[in-house]
């Protein structure tokens, strides 16, 4: 069988043609994304038992003879039931030494996207009482916050998201003082991929981008997750707003709106991965434990450009390197390029001063240098960040 070589924190993995797929939200998909990016997201659910799990879905994503006579969704089912499948704890992934080291030490960023029940489970708000899901979420911040401050993990390298409107209500509610934001745009409790879509389209279509960045900037929101749709066409004209894009008037339209306000995408798909870089946004990458080293605009692949950030040295390497030699590259700045939290004052400034320029930050240069000390990056640097760790898995994730 065909061997093939793959990249992992400068070594060298031999493996098969058909590598395994790492799972999608554990412990070993996120220890080995925060290694490859600046930062790791992942979906966290309450159980039966009020405890936190890592499961995006809101149906149990085991086969049905695994499953046997457990309940369908996920909140209907212990701690222990989820972890004998498989399925990581917050608590495992908090506590892991490597992943709490990269949050308190490295500049590396933890993006919590908390999941409310299905409307049918019987949990939470359910068809007719959806304000119940404010105190709902509001304890599942209390429970993370709990494991997060145990664990001595500092609250600049933490935010968490979820498709639900009153996120920043239900944080004032409990005087939570950890970053929360919104994702947009919204979608149900219930219903498949194309219902959502539907149900999203009309905030899509009508809902213009200063209004988003205005309304997360007076929620005190650091960032403004969104689709990858509102930045690409043929989706990107199909709004009522002025087009924003990645490239030519639509893309200087869109620094000089955000002026550095962070923006975070998905899906961030390799083929847009320059573009989005250059538009000043950050991405949620599915393809971390990919073995692509080569963008499709034949430059070396790097992601990590916040908490390993390339001087212009080695970015004119990483351009004028020959693909089959990409590799090699990689794995030689993995080694010899200083990441950010052994990085002196000047070098630390020297990347601000370009990167503020880069992407019109309104912030001035004495207050991005001040939030940067204590190996804290500022929110407005552009990360690659490991979605649900390495990425989406297939379905069901255990089988």
């Given at each position: 069988?065909?061997?093939?070589?793959?990249?992992?924190?400068?070594?060298?993995?031999?493996m098969s043609s058909e590598p395994k797929q790492?799972?999608?939200?554990?412990?070993?998909?996120?220890?080995?994304?925060?290694?490859?990016?600046?930062?790791?997201?992942?979906?966290?659910?309450?159980t039966l038992d009020e405890r936190l799990i890592l499961h995006h879905d809101m149906t149990l994503s085991v086969s049905e003879e695994l499953r046997d006579d457990l309940p369908k969704y996920v909140e209907k089912n212990t701690l222990s039931d989820l972890n004998e499948f498989g399925f990581s704890s917050f608590e495992d992934i908090v506590n892991d030494s490597m992943i709490s080291q990269s949050l308190r030490e490295h500049g590396?960023?933890?993006n919590i996207e908390l999941k409310l029940p299905h409307i049918s489970s019987g949990v939470g708000g359910g068809w007719l009482s959806s304000k119940k899901n404010i105190s709902y979420i509001g304890n599942m911040m209390n429970q993370c916050a709990k494991i997060l401050n145990e664990a001595e993990i500092p609250?600049?390298?933490?935010?968490?998201?979820?498709?639900?409107?009153?996120?920043?209500?239900?944080?004032?509610?409990?005087?939570f003082d950890w970053s929360v934001s919104s994702l947009f745009p919204p979608q149900l409790r219930f219903?498949?991929?194309?219902?959502?879509?539907?149900?999203?389209?009309?905030?899509?279509?009508s809902r213009s981008l200063n209004s988003m960045i205005k309304r997360q900037k007076k929620r005190n929101s650091p960032i403004l997750p969104c689709a990858l749709e509102y930045f690409i066409p043929p989706y990107n004209k199909l709004r009522l707003d002025k087009t924003?894009?990645?490239?030519?008037?639509?893309?200087?339209?869109?620094?000089?709106?955000?002026?550095?306000?962070?923006?975070?995408?998905?899906?961030?798909?390799?083929?847009?991965?320059?573009?989005?870089?250059?538009?000043?946004?950050s991405i949620l990458s599915d393809s971390l434990d990919s073995n692509e080293y080569t963008l499709p605009e034949?430059?070396?692949?790097?992601?990590?450009?916040?908490?390993?950030?390339?001087?212009?040295?080695?970015?004119?390497?990483?351009?004028?390197?020959?693909?089959e030699n990409h590799k090699d590259l990689i794995e030689e700045a993995t080694r010899e390029v200083s990441p950010w939290h052994e990085l002196n004052s000047n070098e630390r400034k020297?990347?601000?001063?370009?990167?503020?320029?880069?992407?019109?930050?309104?912030?001035?240069?004495?207050?991005?240098?001040?939030?940067?000390?204590?190996n804290k990056l500022p929110w407005e640097s552009v990360r690659v960040i490991g979605h649900r760790g390495c990425g989406s898995t297939s379905r069901p994730i255990f089988n």
């Open positions: 069988m065909k061997l093939i070589c793959k990249h992992f924190e400068g070594t060298l993995v031999e790492i799972k999608e939200n554990t412990l070993e998909s996120l220890s080995r994304a925060i290694k490859l990016s600046d930062g790791i997201e992942f979906d966290v659910r309450s590396k960023l933890m609250k600049h390298s933490v935010i968490f998201y979820g498709f639900f409107k009153h996120m920043s209500y239900a944080a004032k509610k409990i005087n219903g498949s991929q194309t219902l959502n879509r539907i149900y999203a389209s009309s905030e899509f279509t924003y894009g990645l490239s030519g008037k639509s893309l200087d339209r869109l620094l000089k709106l955000k002026k550095g306000f962070p923006l975070y995408i998905w899906p961030g798909l390799i083929k847009h991965e320059t573009m989005l870089y250059d538009a000043g946004i034949g430059i070396a692949r790097w992601t990590k450009q916040s908490t390993q950030p390339l001087n212009d040295k080695w970015i004119q390497r990483f351009r004028e390197t020959s693909p020297y990347f601000l001063d370009k990167w503020s320029k880069k992407w019109y930050w309104s912030k001035s240069s004495q207050e991005i240098y001040h939030e940067s000390e204590s």
